[in-house]
Every structure is written in structure tokens, then in C-alpha cells.
């Protein structure tokens, strides 16, 4: 039975894990864009500027997002065919769990199966546990240059982290799965 609540628990936590680190994804984009003729980009401070996250993420994600698109052959230019934007939103999420079943649950506290005071059948350890996550969208606008307008925006949606170094990795992450999905018709 103790095996049994173990292999349970551990594929409980597997679940969790890959979950939370799955980023979803999807991208639109104006279905007249040409995107053959884009080339070049620039980042376009102005609505980069209005972003409400710290200057630390924006930089961040900016090296992220510019890693992609050179990566993609596209070069960075003072005079460019593409503009990029950003912008976030950010959620909370709370989760409580009740990780007890009550009178008849395996646990301490109650009197064993052979008579003894310990480890059996009895009253289990009712607790909850409370657990809070962000959960964070990341949006990416190509806009084209000369006619000022939206051509491909790409959003992402996942768990962020909030250790450092995990940050940085989840946020290559979050741009390179949004960038899979431009420049559109491109083989994924």
C-alpha cells in the first residue's frame, strides 16, 4: 500500500512539473503582409516603453527576441522593414489543495492496525496546502514599418519563474516558442 501512495505521489508531481512548463502558444498575422520583404527590424521603443514589467525582464526578453530574429537571418538596422513591440499581462494564480481524507485516512495519529499507537488507518493529517503561481502572457508585434501597421503578433502563455537564473532561461524560452511560429508558413 505504501508503494502504491509513493508511485501515486511521484506521478502526481510529474504531472505538475511538466504542466507548468509547458508554454502555450499561438501567433495571427495579416494574411496580405508580404513577409519575403522583411529583412530588417528595429525595436520600437515607444510601445516597448509602455510594457509594465521591470527594466531587467524587458532587456531580457529584448536580447531574447533579437537572438531569434538574427538567428531567422533577419539583421538589425536604423532603417528597418520591422518594428518590434511587446507587452505582458500577469496573473496570480492561488491553488489550495486539502491533502487529507479525514477519518479512515492512512496518516499518524491514530491506532495502527496491530494495536499500537503510530503509523495506520485513523484520523489523517488534514492540512491544506496553499500554493501561488504567476501565470504570465507574453506578446511580440512586428509591425511594418513604412505603413505603421500590426503585420504578425505572437503571444505566449506560461508559468514564470521567479529564481533568477530560471528566470532568464524561461524567458529564451517563452520568445523562442512564440518565434516558432514566424515568420507564418514557415516550416515549424
Do not use: H
Not at 492496525?113 to 488534514?126: C, K, S, T
Not at 511580440?140 to 519563474?161: N, R
Request: glycine fraction near 12%.
Amino acid at each position: 500500500m505504501n508503494g502504491l501512495f509513493k508511485t501515486l505521489s511521484l506521478l502526481l508531481l510529474i504531472v505538475i512539473l511538466t504542466s507548468c512548463s509547458s508554454i502555450r502558444v499561438a501567433a495571427d498575422y495579416n494574411k496580405g503582409a508580404n513577409f519575403s520583404e522583411y529583412n530588417t527590424f528595429a525595436f520600437f521603443k515607444t510601445g516597448i516603453d509602455k510594457a509594465e514589467i521591470s527594466d531587467l525582464d524587458k532587456r531580457r526578453i529584448l536580447r531574447a527576441i533579437e537572438a531569434e530574429l538574427l538567428a531567422k537571418g533577419y539583421t538589425k538596422s536604423q532603417e528597418p522593414d520591422l518594428l518590434v513591440s511587446l507587452f505582458t499581462k500577469s496573473q496570480q494564480r492561488v491553488d489550495v489543495y486539502n491533502n487529507s481524507w479525514g477519518m479512515g485516512a492512512w496518516g499518524w495519529g491514530g491506532w495502527g492496525p496491530w494495536g499500537g499507537f503510530g503509523p495506520g488507518w485513523g484520523w489523517g493529517w488534514n492540512q491544506p496546502t496553499v500554493s501561488t503561481s504567476t501565470q504570465g502572457t507574453l506578446y511580440i508585434d512586428l509591425i511594418d514599418a513604412k505603413k505603421k501597421e500590426l503585420v504578425w503578433q505572437g503571444m505566449g502563455t506560461g508559468y514564470l519563474s521567479r529564481n533568477i537564473e530560471k528566470k532568464e532561461a524561461r524567458i529564451k524560452e517563452f520568445v523562442a516558442e512564440i518565434m516558432t511560429k514566424y515568420p507564418p508558413g514557415a516550416p515549424q
